[in-house]
């Protein structure tokens, strides 16, 4: 397993703004992934986190609005940019090992636009 | 598009009674989770299989992966109030040299005392 922790775990936000989650993980991973959640619902992949090179966005979701970095193998961040309260939401980061198909969660980031 | 459907969406029953709950899809994946999570907190994985027809136990927690690698479904045996949770499935399969997951529709469990 693996001990993931966010930041930060909550805040509210105005509209217009940024804000930038961090996700830190205590160990090496080769995987690291970001969803949305909303409030009861289930999650929707965002995108996958790569080291060193450029993050793999899904459908519907682009750089400039939700751009990633990821520096090492313990840690990354996502920026929500320009925010709406549209963007109100459940931000959580996962990791997982490509030896196992197990994935690990963070506990999330309560995110509220006003 | 949502590929994995789980029902029942809902489910609140008595202590002591059992349920299943099933994930379903069109598509194949190489590897299925199941997760439960609690308000507040972000999903605790129960288990992973990757062997169609796949079985695995955790306590009173059974797991089946479908022979085809497309459905899976999760037995709770007497059910407690501890088992309270929204329960989500996830597939996992390698997309354009990147191994993702996708998550199912999700159940909300309630269990009564």
């Known amino acids: 397993s693996a001990v993931i922790s966010q930041k930060p775990s909550r805040d509210i936000c105005q509209r217009g703004t940024s804000l930038t989650i961090q996700c830190q993980v205590d160990?090496?991973?080769?995987?690291m992934f970001w969803y949305r959640q909303q409030p009861g619902q289930s999650l929707t992949l965002i995108a996958t986190?790569?080291?060193?090179?450029?993050?793999?966005?899904e459908s519907g979701f682009v750089i400039d609005k939700f751009p990633i970095s990821r520096p090492n193998l313990t840690f990354s961040t996502l920026t929500v940019s320009n925010m709406s309260p549209e963007d109100s939401s459940i931000y959580l980061c996962?990791?997982?090992?490509?030896?196992?198909?197990?994935?690990?969660f963070g506990p999330g980031t309560r995110l509220t636009v006003t | 598009t949502q590929l994995l459907e789980q029902s029942p969406q809902f489910l609140s029953i008595q202590e002591g009674e059992n349920l299943t709950v099933y994930c379903n899809s069109s598509?194949?994946?190489?590897?299925l989770q199941w997760y439960r999570q609690e308000p507040g907190e972000g999903p605790v994985l129960l288990v992973t299989?990757?062997?169609?027809?796949e079985v695995k136990k955790l306590k009173r927690l059974t797991f089946q992966f479908g022979d085809a690698r497309k459905d899976s479904s999760l037995h709770i045996t007497a059910a407690q109030p501890g088992d309270t949770g929204l329960y989500l499935c996830?597939?996992?399969?390698?997309?354009?040299?990147?191994?993702?997951?996708?998550f199912g529709t999700g159940t909300r469990l309630k269990v009564l005392a």
């Open positions: 996962s990791v997982g090992r490509s030896s196992s198909y197990e994935q690990y």
């Open positions: 160990s090496q991973v080769t995987m």
């Open positions: 986190a790569n080291q060193g090179s450029e993050a793999t966005y």
């Open positions: 598509s194949v994946f190489s590897s």
């Open positions: 299989v990757v062997t169609g027809g």
């Open positions: 996830a597939g996992g399969r390698s997309t354009s040299g990147t191994y993702k997951y996708i």
